[in-house]
């Protein structure tokens, strides 16, 4: 196969994990508590849990993402009782987010489901050298990047 070719049918699969991670992102689930979660909600609070202490502004650069946007999901999930807003005691202009006991769980929870489901994909690639999969994050990457830069132009 030509080398052009196999670039298509990697941009076709590219498409197509995106296509399915759409769906899997658009179901909610419950991550430990009773609380039904949109998987951008679960990565939210992922993202809250590795900093112990953020802001929203740190919030919307890590995402890409709005101010707006990321306010609103953080007020979805304080009505949630998944995060906690106050005011930073030094800087009267900036709230100051973290999660919440609830929100903890969440956090230890989806890593642990993480964990699971990585665990089963990788099983899956025992044909693949580490080699490969670094190759591969590489070429991702590049794809990525590529990508990126035909946003802004």
């Not at 430990?32 to 679960?42: H, K, N, R």
């Not at 890593?111 to 665990?119: P, Q």
């Amino acid at each position: 196969m030509k080398r052009d070719e196999i670039i298509f049918q990697l941009m076709d699969s590219i498409y197509e994990v995106s296509r399915v991670t759409s769906l899997y992102e658009s179901v909610p689930r419950k991550y430990g508590t009773d609380d039904e979660l949109y998987m951008v909600e679960a990565h939210t609070i992922n993202l809250i849990g590795e900093r112990v202490k953020t802001n929203t502004s740190e919030l919307a650069e890590l995402t890409k993402k709005t101010k707006g946007a990321i306010s609103q999901m953080v007020n979805k999930l304080k009505k949630k009782d998944l995060v906690i807003k106050y005011k930073n005691p030094t800087d009267s202009r900036e709230i100051i987010i973290e999660l919440s006991e609830k929100g903890k769980q969440v956090f230890e929870y989806h890593k642990e489901l993480d964990k699971i489901e990585y665990t089963k994909i990788l099983n899956q690639l025992d044909e693949f050298t580490t080699e490969d999969l670094s190759k591969f994050i590489k070429i991702s990457s590049i794809i990525s990047n590529s990508t990126k830069k035909s946003l802004v132009e």
